[in-house]
């Protein structure tokens, strides 16, 4: 069935109805009437228009008839972007938005807030086989994947109730009012909110969206796992004084250097523990640690089924954080083996060090990865973990990999497009995935973890 245009809600267009837009006429305000076909990567569904024009919809389903509204493109573009204003006929998978932030034009924080928790799953592995296809050539079944997408414990909960997972939040701050709220989707603009529906126990006991924040920029609240250690880190504006922060829960502050971008201590620990594994990381300045409470121990936990480590075992841990890898492989491969650790950050680098230093015989190098790697003089490894940012690692840094001839090689990805072109790299490189498993780490999301186990191909194969 084809899209039909409605009449724009945003005013006449220069030049009359419309029908005599010149090219490149901006289409933002204007409504189409389509049916929704195939989850993309991003949060959205696949529609066109009459004309023939790509819609990427967000607040819609697979197979719904809606009114989508464009909120930006123009005419000739190769896509619009738009948002579903009115369902017609709805997916049996929609469900009533929990968070009264959810909707067009509101909060972009989640992008799923109107599916079923296993719905969600589901698109999510709709994704990750569309790009393992598209990018890598891959069936689930040739990925060693089942294509499920495994909630975290404690996760899977009925249709309307929502997980409160998320350890670190980020607000901005409305500088019109100094309150604490959330971006719009793809905009500057602040969704004043009073409470965040994802945020985990730990950060809405703080009470940051109560308090004012004038001269702030933004305000991260951190709550750790496995400690009490709460953290807000303050991003002033330009020439701003920082406030008194009184909030509801004891708290360390830091901030943000308006001319480095550094992190400073203001008061309190410099860093929060957050514990995983059995064992307790130190991250310091904000740093990076998995987000969901559960995951750094779900993330290890399949690292170390896939790579199976062996006492003795020589391993490479890349973009390696705070050590969360680079301890687990420690620990398993025993006083005889030995692990080298690969980081940019300089104060991830010091935590990891300082995370690590009962174990003689681990390494931590600062720098990047494609860099520090080929310096190292290391011509073969038995075991490789790597973490790599969104972009994924690269055609270079694999290359580099698959010469060190490792027995295993285990590929935690963020991002399933970054993955499945590496996958590709590695497959060049004489590699092929032995097992591919998907976390639903991120709930209301589009974001999605995944875990691959690589192996050589074996001679005849």
């Not at 079944?141 to 909960?157: H, I, N, Q, S, Y």
């Amino acid at each position: 069935m084809q899209a039909e245009p409605k009449n724009s809600q945003v005013g006449p267009e220069p030049g009359g109805s419309g029908a005599g837009r010149e090219q490149g006429g901006s289409l933002v305000g204007q409504e189409y009437e389509v049916e929704i076909g195939p989850v993309a990567h991003g949060g959205h569904c696949i529609a066109r228009t009459t004309e023939g024009q790509v819609l990427f919809v967000r607040h819609a389903l697979p197979g719904e008839r809606v009114v989508a509204r464009v909120t930006e493109g123009e005419e000739g573009a190769r896509f619009l972007r738009a948002d579903a204003v009115r369902i017609i006929d709805a997916s049996k998978d929609r469900v009533e938005a929990p968070c009264r932030y959810a909707g067009p034009g509101r909060c972009g924080g989640c992008d799923w807030q109107h599916a079923k928790p296993g719905a969600q799953r589901r698109l999510k592995g709709e994704v990750i086989a569309e790009q393992l296809k598209r990018l890598a050539g891959l069936t689930p079944e040739e990925a060693g994947w089942d294509g499920t997408v495994m909630p975290a414990e404690g996760d899977k909960l009925p249709a309307g109730e929502v997980p409160q997972w998320r350890t670190r939040v980020q607000y901005a701050v409305d500088p019109a009012t100094g309150k604490a709220g959330l971006r719009r989707h793809r905009s500057h603009e602040v969704e004043p909110i009073d409470h965040c529906m994802i945020a985990a126990p730990g950060v809405s006991e703080l009470g940051v969206e109560r308090r004012d924040w004038t001269g702030m920029e933004s305000v991260e609240a951190i709550a750790a796992t496995g400690s009490q250690d709460r953290q807000v880190i303050l991003t002033p504006r330009p020439g701003a004084r920082l406030p008194l922060v009184e909030l509801d829960k004891p708290v360390s502050v830091l901030r943000v250097d308006e001319k480095t971008g550094g992190v400073h201590r203001v008061h309190g620990r410099p860093f929060v523990r957050e514990r995983a594994d059995g064992r307790t990381h130190r991250v310091g300045g904000g740093g990076f640690w998995q987000v969901h409470p559960k995951a750094a121990d779900t993330l290890v936990t399949a690292v170390m089924q896939g790579l199976l480590p062996r006492k003795g075992d020589m391993a490479l841990d890349l973009y390696c954080g705070v050590g969360l890898f680079a301890g687990a492989l420690a620990d398993r491969v025993g006083d005889k083996g030995a692990v080298l650790g690969i980081e940019s950050g300089k104060r991830a680098v010091e935590d990891a060090r300082h995370n690590l230093a009962d174990f003689p015989r681990v390494r931590i190098e600062q720098g990047k990865v494609e860099s520090v790697l080929p310096r190292t003089g290391i011509t073969e490894v038995d075991l490789i973990v790597l973490d790599p940012p969104r972009a994924g690692a690269g055609r270079t840094t694999v290359a580099h990999l698959t010469s060190l001839a490792a027995r295993r090689i285990a590929y935690v990805a963020c991002d399933p497009a970054a993955l499945a072109r590496d996958l590709a790299y590695f497959r060049e490189g004489g590699y092929r995935v032995r097992t591919l498993r998907a976390f639903d780490l991120f709930p209301m999301t589009h974001h999605v973890e995944c875990v691959a186990i690589l192996e050589p191909v074996t001679k005849g194969a």
